[in-house]
């Protein structure tokens, strides 16, 4: 069985590769590590192979996660620390335990939420820093802010200072390679449209399209993504 170290090198040879193939620079792919229902060593045997950034979509199941792997807890300390993202729906009454635990959220797709996390970010971390995840293609159950209400929501969030909004994420429902890079081709025009928007001469400056998992990495990167979070390549089946 390949172990997490090889998947992890199989997976940015997978980058890279889709990289050269769309005449991007390796380095502007980053990989979040999807850790879901995977426990604290196999996030460490990814660590001790260079990977820094995890992501988690249940919340109880993430802090745990994250205050076994803290500074306060695990000695010696990570170096370099990891860096945690909350990619799963957000309930009112979770928001706390998410504010004072990741370092990011890229599932934000409501106000209320987002003025809540703004509220109980502990003054002495930095801004959490948000994603507004996008209902690109339309699916009738699915999270997301629709692309119409992207730039309102993006608007509203200037407002407060204990976020930082850094992009957009999306999780297009499975489809072969040409829908798949049809529909992320919207969410980059998107991203492109909110990043042109200005007023009184300042700009969202958006860093961060995050969208590509283990099937559809490959489509992503040619689309513009800029963040892919894969789990099942790396750490196997769930
Ligand atoms: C589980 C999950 C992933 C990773 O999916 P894989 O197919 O295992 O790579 C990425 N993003 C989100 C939002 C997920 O829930």
């Known amino acids: 069985m390949a172990s997490i170290a090889d ?44 990977q820094c950034a995890f992501g988690e979509n249940y919340i109880q199941e993430g802090i745990e996660k994250i205050t ?45 939420i987002a003025q809540r996390l703004n509220e109980q970010r502990p003054p002495h971390l930095p801004p959490l820093q948000v994603c507004i995840q996008v209902n690109v293609d339309g699916g ?12 309102e929501l993006a608007l509203a969030l200037q407002e407060l200072p204990a976020l930082k909004l850094r992009g957009l994420m999306c999780i297009p ?25 200005s007023h009184n001469g300042k700009s969202l400056g958006l860093d961060t399209l995050s969208m590509g998992m283990t099937a559809d990495l490959e489509a992503a990167i040619q689309a513009g ?6 789990g099942t390549a790396i750490f196997g089946k769930r």
């Open 140 to 151: 009738a159950n699915k999270s997301g802010v629709e692309p119409q209400h992207a730039l």
């Open 7 to 50: 998947n992890l090198l199989t997976v940015r040879q997978r980058i890279g590769a889709a990289c050269v193939a769309a005449g991007r620079a390796p380095s502007s792919v980053r990989l979040l590590a999807v850790s879901k229902t995977y426990g604290a060593q196999e996030v460490l045997a990814a660590h001790s192979a260079g």
């Open 173 to 197: 429902e499975p489809a072969d390679f040409a829908q798949t890079l049809e529909v992320m081709g919207q969410a980059k025009v998107l991203f492109d449209q909110l990043n042109a928007y």
């Open 225 to 230: 993504s800029t963040m892919v979070r894969v």
């Open 68 to 112: 076994a792997l803290s500074p306060q807890v695990f000695t010696p300390p990570l170096f370099p620390a990891l860096d945690w993202h909350c990619i799963g729906p957000i309930q009112s009454n979770k928001t706390k335990g998410v504010a004072q635990h990741f370092d990011w959220v890229q599932s934000l797709d409501r106000l209320k």
